[in-house]
């Protein structure tokens, strides 16, 4: 069929690692260039191509809850800004609800790049900063209700015009409190944020200049047309594996449709900490692949921050979807092309503009995904948390992701101790983590005994423990503390996590999910995190 319609399918696999590999060229730039830790050690960011449109083309391996968002990032832009974007603009963002965005300390900077006075595709880097503002140091606050109390919103700015860098102006933006509560401050680091905002604008030209030698090579209709078909090509393996899940005769007992001849149903619930149920129904029409999201029943929006923007929601699907294709093709727009939502308004996972979503974009987010796997008995849930530890004062934030425990799958044993889903990142080197901040890394191993049971086990947590040196404001947003990562197909549940704070005198005290302390030099924060879910009855 590709050659049928003059398109080389050689050429297209090329093509599609050509664009890959610009995107990881964008994020080893980005990576040299940052000074913070979060994105040069932590490697929490993401580089992504961009049709002209606003369309995912191809991304760099890195953080699946950002990229399936960045296409609403981008697409917004293009909307908001229509003819007043000019060669030499660059697009700062990162409202959640209104914009795109994941979650605030995630700003996205986006750079259309003109041929003949039109923009013919973009670039944009997604990247995670340690402090932009609000109610705690590390912009992560476990208990904030509202958005403006996790820091400052960015709609959508220029942050460079005509060629210049409007550095007193986005300057302006982070240090200036995002809402009149005497807690709300602007940000306790402008240094690393302008250093690090350079150094995403930077990734994004080096994007640009290779796609400029790759369209000096092949000319720019030449590049659009396998930017299509890239596209086409995810929906052609997605549509296909979707057909697939919903013929097999082993997967006719979880059919629930009444016309099980053409269509494949199935729901399945899981349920935040809080009680708040994730329900998803997946339709398929077992003829061409044609699906139906429906979260109809998920909970309402909480009073808290685990709300989640809609564009998680996509970020979660598009990233199982890739996970279940068995073809190496890029994650890009294409893979949602055979896909239709319903997402209830003002639920969990499409909350108000207002809304505190911190907590959705890294904990929601990883029960979506767990929920999404459940439902093609793809693998048990995995530790559904990435454990947000903050800490610091009115100097700086530091902020970090703990690995936990994979769920199991037919056939294989869940990872242990690995960041999964929606997260990707490291951790930080013990030896810069303590060279850089006041604390003091005391332990660091895996959990045993975390780990669901079955004929195939999930993977085990990781204990991670950190004494501080001095007076500290310390903060833990996380989930399955109360509700453990289930098992599939009769394997065991995952164990759940919990936070512990040590003091001085020896006392050990339970934080509960989400705790903001402040701690004295020589107590420490010990963090158990989850375990994956197993996968079939034991042997």
């Known amino acids: 069929e590709e050659e049928e319609e003059g398109v080389d399918p050689v050429q297209l696999s090329i093509f599609a690692h050509r664009f890959m590999g610009i995107a990881e060229q ?43 968002s960045m296409q609403e990032a981008v697409r917004f832009q293009v909307r908001n ?21 994941s979650h605030l300390p995630d700003i996205t900077v986006i750079t259309p790049v003109f041929r003949n006075g039109k923009p013919v595709f973009f670039v944009a880097s997604r990247g995670h900063h340690a402090d932009i503002g609000g109610i705690t140091p590390g912009s992560i606050p476990p208990f904030s209700k509202f958005l403006n109390e996790e820091g400052a919103a960015i ?57 400029g030698d790759l369209i000096d090579q092949f000319s720019i209709d030449v590049v659009q047309t396998y930017m299509k078909r ?28 009444e016309d099980k001849n053409n269509f494949f149903k ?53 990233y199982c979807l890739r996970c279940l294709v068995g073809q190496d093709i890029p994650l890009n727009q294409g893979c949602l092309t055979p896909c239709h939502f319903t997402i209830p308004k003002g639920s969990i996972i499409s909350p108000s503009p207002e809304a505190a979503v911190v907590g959705g974009n890294v904990l929601t987010s990883q029960r979506l995904t767990d929920v999404i796997l459940l439902s093609f008995k793809a693998a048990a849930c995995s ?56 604390v003091i890394l005391k332990k660091f191993s895996l959990r045993t005994g975390s780990a669901g049971n079955g004929r195939f086990k999930g993977g085990e947590g990781v204990i991670r423990e950190i004494e501080f040196r001095t007076k500290l ?40 999910g989400k705790a903001s302390v402040d701690v004295e030099a020589g107590e420490a924060i010990q963090i158990h995190t989850p375990g994956g879910g197993g996968y079939g009855e034991p042997n």
């Open 26 to 68: 964008m994020g080893k730039t980005l990576q040299r260039v940052a000074v913070s830790v979060n994105i040069k050690e932590r490697l929490d960011f993401s580089c992504a191509l961009f049709d002209c449109d606003g369309g995912l083309v191809a991304n760099a391996p890195h953080i699946p809850v950002h990229l399936g």
């Open 81 to 101: 800004w229509g003819s007043n974007l000019k060669d030499g603009d660059v697009i700062v963002s990162n409202h959640p609800q209104l914009a795109g965005g």
């Open 155 to 211: 709609i959508g700015f220029k942050i460079v015009e005509n060629g210049v860098f409007k550095e007193k102006e986005i300057s302006d933006i982070l240090t200036t409190p995002a809402g009149p509560d005497p807690r709300i401050v602007g940000t306790r680091n402008l240094v690393d944020n302008i250093s690090d905002l350079k150094a995403q604008i930077a990734a994004n030209q080096k994007g640009i200049n290779l796609m």
């Open 230 to 257: 890239i596209q086409t090509h995810a929906e052609i393996a997605v549509r296909e594996m979707l057909i697939e899940f919903a013929n097999n005769p082993e997967n006719e007992k979880f059919n629930e449709s």
């Open 266 to 318: 199935t729901k399945t619930i899981d349920s935040m900490d809080d009680g708040t149920d994730i329900v998803l129904t997946i339709d398929i029409n077992k003829n061409n692949g044609n699906t139906h999201f429906d979260f109809t029943g998920t909970g309402p929006e909480v009073y808290g921050n685990c709300n989640a923007p809609e564009s998680v929601t996509y970020s979660a699907t598009i």
């Open 383 to 438: 530790q559904g948390c990435v454990n947000n530890l903050t800490f610091g004062n009115d100097n700086f934030g530091y902020y970090e992701t703990i690995a936990g425990g994979a769920g199991a799958g037919s056939g294989w044993e869940g990872r242990s101790g690995v960041h999964t889903h929606m997260t990707n990142t490291r951790i930080t080197d013990p030896e810069i983590l303590e060279q850089r901040y006041p």
């Open 473 to 512: 404001t310390v903060g833990i947003l996380s989930e399955r503390r109360s509700l453990p990562p289930k098992g599939l197909c009769g394997g065991g549940d995952g164990g759940r996590g919990k936070n512990l704070l040590i003091k001085k005198d020896g006392r050990v005290i339970s934080l509960g």
